[in-house]
């Protein structure tokens, strides 16, 4: 694992000279900053229940369909096609720290981007003299499951990367599999079939799968090790899933 | 135990096979290579010389057979294989983004060149592949000629025992293919060099020996000069006389009973014409043919000269024999 951190560094400046990812930034901060601007808005106008974090985080689900993808396709669908993957496997470094080195550059990038909206509720904290505003609970909640779901989502992203050889195969796959990991599984469970009670197994999967419903119980404090476990096993199951398949294309190659 | 005084073979490959889905790519390859050699893989196209070469490098698996690199098995250690070679792939793939010192000294550090050394190293090879106006552009601006440099720059860097290099002057204009050529001369004696290219007036100047590959099988292998004499056979002439063609003939077979005309031109306006003459024997007939045929006074001679036959010739007469021999694709 010795070559890990000069892939990891190398990835890291590669991600930051490519176009791509400050597309992802733009478009990132400029739709959250959006979502803010008019969270204020509906502030403004009238009192609301709860802290501006929690209907913030909320949203989370809109830029990381959008950022994810830009983030994580180039990653290794691209030095598929380029040949360049040859190149690089065929000096000592192993399969395990090529992937690992591209998936920590990627995610690092993510919870940057992420921390950069901390600028958001510092503009909020300096302009709003209202100490209510700013619960800082919420807040470090929000960014918490931020932390933590994002290990997932950029793992299902270089998974997708992995097993295509087209950049823009890539992006749709994960943009797809993020969707219905996210989305989907909120209104899964309305299913009639899954009322059933054969179907009682498949139904308490789902319910733990909630990803809303992790997002609300960090949001008010409460972090379960049970979400936080179903995000580490997703991601290593991910990642291991991503290296097999950079290792089984090569032998069919 | 006594120390074994010769060195392992740089490559050694034996009753290499790989098959996809049926179809053997490479059946039955097996050559051998002494540290500091210069060899030449030439084959035609999907004749399998890349297939070969990704094999010794470890990135692709065989399916059997027998492949050390320096005496370390390439199945068992492709972990100690990548710190012996230096590869340089087909079409010669490099990051777009990247200038030309990064990219040495992030590959420099893959290959685990220490630190301390890394930058001195870089630089060496910087003026070896005459690299040094450009070590600050970013690869994707440069010219096909510099990127085939930085390639084999890429390759020699760690300064590896064995580089691999796949058809490293493709694409290249005859100034560049001269450097090219120049720089992989050096490399000799200290480096063990395979290359495989098309372009086999370079290769006969270059490699000490040649391998020649088709259909996955090894047709020919040794010095140029043996090649010629195993593929082709025979010493050739060319003549330009004028006179009677059945007299030269009846000449001819008496200075050399083997000595035969294998083509003649169409007589031009002064009646000369052009002859190719093949004889089996392999010591200089020069002298002779030129006395006999110049005291005749049926001919008048103007031009006497051995050929050559080029190691184009060479392969094709030796790719042509397996197409031959070989109709249908190995089935395995």
Known sequence: ?253 | MPEDPTPPPAIEVKNLVKSYAGVAAVSDVSFTVKPGEIIGFLGPNGAGKSTTMRILTGFLPATSGIVNLCGVPVASNPDAIKRLIGYMPENNPLPEDMRVTEYLYYRGRLKEVPRRKLSARIDEVLELCDLKRVRHRIIGKLSKGFRQRVGIAEAVLAEPPVIIMDEPTIGLDPHQILIVRDLIASLRGRMTVLISSHILPEIEVTCDRVVIINQGRIVASGTPNELRREILGHCAYKLELAGEVAALAVALAQVETTLVITSQSEADDAGFRTFHLTTERDDPLGEELLRVLSSDPRFRLRGLAQERPSLEDVFLAATRRTWEMVDTPAKR
């Not at chain 1, 950022?67 to 040949?83: F, N, Q, Y």
């Open chain 1, 1 to 253: 694992m010795k070559h890990f951190f000069t892939i990891l560094n190398h990835e890291i400046r590669i991600l930051l000279v490519s176009p791509s990812t400050y597309i992802a930034a733009v478009v990132f901060l400029s739709v959250m900053g959006f979502i803010f601007t008019m969270m204020m808005d509906i502030y403004s106008a009238a009192a609301q229940e709860t802290t501006p974090a929690v209907i913030f985080f909320q949203y989370f689900w809109v830029p990381v369909l959008v950022m994810v993808p830009l983030l994580t396709m180039k990653s290794i669908a691209e030095e598929r096609r380029l040949g360049t993957l040859e190149t690089l496997l065929t000096t000592p470094v192993s399969t395990v720290e090529v992937v690992l080195g591209k998936y920590f550059a990627a995610y690092f990038l993510y919870i940057s981007l992420w921390a950069s909206t901390g600028g958001f509720f510092y503009i909020l904290h300096r302009f709003a003299r209202d100490a209510r505003f700013i619960d800082l609970g919420p807040l470090a909640g929000g960014y918490a499951f931020i932390a933590i779901s994002g290990l997932l989502f950029v793992a299902i992203g270089i998974a997708a990367s992995a097993i295509s050889r087209n950049q823009a195969v890539a992006a749709l796959f994960s943009g797809a599999a993020l969707l219905a990991l996210i989305v989907g599984s909120n209104f899964l469970p309305n299913v009639e079939l899954l009322h059933n009670d054969v179907m009682r197994p498949i139904k308490t999967v789902i319910d733990y799968a909630q990803v809303f419903q992790h997002l609300a119980d960090f949001s008010h404090g409460v972090v379960d090790t049970r979400q936080v476990l179903f995000y580490l096993s997703g991601t290593v199951l991910a990642l291991i899933f991503s290296i097999f398949s950079v290792e089984v294309k090569l032998l069919h190659s």
